[in-house]
């Protein structure tokens, strides 16, 4: 059982930053692949960046390639989302996940992700 728990979200003007942090407990963290995903108001709730749990490949939406940086620290069990040029379109709630590494279902997909922490509000103003 692992338990996820966001912090770091808030409102922030278009162009700054932010941090989410994802803290998790139980013995498993270290070999959980681990997942942001958003869902912004009236929308489905999309992919946003994973890491492997070894901490080596990474991976982004194309929406936030090169603004986005998905870390982890397995000392910490915490996962990590640098949010750099924030714009209105990045509002939504953040979610972390954890999945296996063993399952066979892709990184980027949700249903990989067997636990989901309850989620932080970004809000970003233009």
């Known amino acids: 059982q692992v338990q996820l728990v966001e912090s770091g979200g808030g409102l922030v003007q278009a162009g700054g930053s932010l941090r989410l942090s994802c803290a998790a407990s139980?013995?498993?963290?270290?070999?959980?692949?681990m997942g942001w995903f958003r869902q912004a108001p009236g929308k489905e709730r999309e992919f946003v960046a994973a890491?492997?749990?070894?901490?080596?490949?990474?991976y982004y939406a194309d929406s936030v390639k090169g603004r986005f940086t998905i870390s982890r620290d397995n000392v910490k069990n915490t996962v990590y989302l640098q949010m750099n040029d924030l714009k209105p379109e990045d509002t939504a709630v953040y979610y972390c996940?954890?999945?296996?590494?063993?399952?066979?279902?892709?990184?980027?997909?949700?249903?990989?992700?067997?636990?989901w922490g309850q989620g932080t509000q970004v809000t970003v103003s233009s």
């Open positions: 139980g013995r498993t963290f270290s070999s959980a692949d």
């Open positions: 890491i492997s749990s070894s901490g080596g490949p990474t």
């Open positions: 996940a954890a999945g296996s590494q063993y399952s066979s279902v892709f990184i980027t997909t949700q249903r990989k992700y067997d636990y």
